[in-house]
């Protein structure tokens, strides 16, 4: 499972303005809403009800919100790299960042959490992070995002 087999350069957003989790989690849905073709609040839902189960805040400044739809034929995600670092109730207490949103189809067991492997692996490499946090642009990001880190990631 490769990032680029989920991620489009058009799902990366280079400044999220966000005062909340709730409200960032509505602007990715906005997003996810517009590749996917699928009603923002249906995202949205699904990605609260995921959160009442836990937080999908993962530490360092990083969450990977994610949920599974019925109406996917493939799996989406979408970046965001927040302006100003926001509460996310993660696991250590520090404001996040950097947000990975995955949405699966229901039927997408493995492959979802394949891919969320992946994204954490990515994700979990701090100097990898470092450079995603100061990246200029969408093209640039997107680059860091799927470049084969495999080898750096322990």
Do not use: W
Request: aromatic share 4%; proline share 3%; with cysteine.
């Amino acid at each position: 499972m490769k990032i680029e087999d989920i991620l489009n350069q058009r799902c990366v957003v280079t400044s999220l303005q966000a005062s909340s989790k709730k409200h960032a989690l509505q602007e990715l849905a906005r997003k996810a809403s517009e590749a996917t073709g699928l009603v923002e609040r249906v995202v949205l839902d699904v990605l609260l009800e995921r959160e009442r189960l836990g937080t999908t805040g993962i530490g360092c400044g990083i969450a990977i919100p994610h949920g599974k739809l019925p109406d996917l034929d493939k799996l989406y995600g979408c970046f965001a790299r927040l302006e100003t670092p926001i509460d996310f109730d993660s696991v250590d207490n520090e404001p996040v960042d950097l947000i990975f949103l995955l949405l699966a189809p229901e039927s997408a067991g493995a492959d979802h959490l394949k891919a969320l492997a992946r994204i954490s692996r990515v994700l979990r490499n701090a100097a990898h992070c470092d450079k995603l946090r100061i990246a200029a642009g969408s093209d640039k990001i997107y680059s860091l995002l799927t470049a084969d880190v495999q080898s750096r990631v322990a």
